[in-house]
């Protein structure tokens, strides 16, 4: 896995599609290649919200091996869950439920928990300040169900965790692993000047829509949620882009496919590919409809790993698992770290 990263990105998530998805595994795995290269790297993880150490310490955190020399990002409720000898090196202005986030570097090799900053503006700030303390990467451990790590803000590469825990059916967690590839990789916008446009439009948290000339209309809704509707009452024949700053979701799309035939003409511009919430089938029904989306940012996915063991108790024969997604997904590498290979 090392490879597919070293001396090419700066910082990497590694984000799974479900617990127990085979996340722990991997990032433990790339930490052990990296400790077997003489490589030093920072290991931070995004917090979640009103998360507390009783949560914590019930719950059992995965723990991460870290070697001496490693640096971390971490809260400081967690420095006693873990065995390892750290030295903090400083103390940041972040405050999370669990603590202070601190900057340490690990002085004798054991276990950690990390339970990082909560805001993906800090996560990026944590890893710039390992990255200038010699990390030579940093790693960013993916929260449950929450893709937005994966975000090319915060991160340069991903690595996606799949596997058995999505279903008892083997073609299930296919589509849904194929699901998420393809959104998370969805085609940027590629003129300039409309980027520039779309992005103040996002940053300003509002929805518009871009005609021929890039002249924006803003559409005076808070949230597109319940909007369909009335944003298909906006899209007029030179319409070009529709810039949407939130979560695209199903019923948004429903109501603005059955408002007008003009969305056929337009494309929906959201931020990345972590803010759809659309399953693959009714996914699929909108694509056959003509419904066009594209990015700001696109996420780099570099590589998959596949876990076929299930903590349910069943499991998918390992080879056979590995080599049916291969044959799906053919333009990133898909791995699976206990069998070994590509």
């Not at 893709?147 to 058995?164: D, N, W």
């Not at 003509?290 to 996915?301: A, E, F, H, P, R």
């Amino acid at each position: 896995m090392l490879e597919l990263i070293n001396g090419k990105y700066k910082t990497i998530s590694i984000v799974g599609m479900s617990k127990n998805s085979g996340k722990t595994v991997a990032l433990n795995h790339l930490i052990g290649e990296a400790i077997d290269e003489g490589l030093p790297i920072g290991i931070t993880s995004i917090g979640r919200d009103g998360e507390s150490l009783d949560i914590v310490t019930e719950t059992e955190k995965p723990r991460i091996f870290v070697e001496e020399g490693t640096l971390i990002a971490t809260a400081t409720g967690m420095l006693d869950l873990g065995d390892a000898n750290i030295e903090i090196i400083s103390v940041t202005e972040y405050r999370t439920p669990l603590g202070e986030i601190i900057i340490g570097r690990v002085r004798d090799g054991g276990y950690v928990q990390i339970a990082g900053p909560q805001r993906l503006s800090e996560i990026k700030a944590v890893s710039d300040i390992m990255l200038n303390l010699g990390a030579k990467f940093v790693i960013i451990d993916g929260a449950l169900d929450r893709l937005s790590q994966a975000a090319p803000a915060i991160s340069e590469a991903t690595i996606l965790s799949t596997g058995a825990v999505l279903s008892r059916d083997v073609n299930k967690v296919i589509e849904e692993t194929i699901h998420v590839v393809n959104t998370l990789g969805l085609p940027a916008i590629e003129d300039q000047d409309v980027r520039e446009i779309i992005r103040n439009i996002i940053n300003e948290n509002q929805i518009a829509v871009i005609n021929e000339n890039n002249q924006v209309d803003i559409i005076p809704l808070k949230t597109a949620l319940n909007g369909g509707a009335i944003i298909g009452d906006h899209l007029r024949d030179d319409s070009k882009y529709l810039v949407i700053p939130g979560s695209l979701v199903k019923n948004t799309l429903e109501d603005l496919t059955r408002s007008t035939r003009r969305y056929k003409n337009i494309e929906i511009v959201i931020t990345d590919g972590t803010k759809i919430f659309i399953n693959p089938r009714d996914w699929l029904k909108f694509m056959r409809q003509g419904v066009k989306v594209k990015v700001l940012d696109k996420i780099n996915l570099v590589g998959i790993t596949v876990n076929p063991y299930a903590p349910q108790g069943y499991y998918f024969e390992p080879a056979e698992f590995l080599l049916k997604m291969k044959s799906y997904i053919k333009n990133i590498p898909v791995m699976d770290l206990i069998l070994g290979g590509e």
